[in-house]
């Protein structure tokens, strides 16, 4: 999975992506609570 989420300090998870695992089916951008993803040319942003 390109998409990991990860505790901070604060107890507060994000999310930390890796650009090598990432296939552009754009899965990240459809469960992101906070939209804060997006996906152009088949990669996440």
Known sequence: MAIT???TLSG???PQLD???C???G???AI???SAIKAE?????
């Open 23 to 25: 296939n552009g089916c």
């Open 27 to 29: 899965a990240c951008v």
């Open 41 to 45: 040319n088949h990669h996440a942003h």
């Open 5 to 7: 989420f990860r505790p």
């Open 12 to 14: 507060i998870y994000q």
């Open 19 to 21: 650009p090598q695992a």
């Open 32 to 34: 992101c609570p906070v």
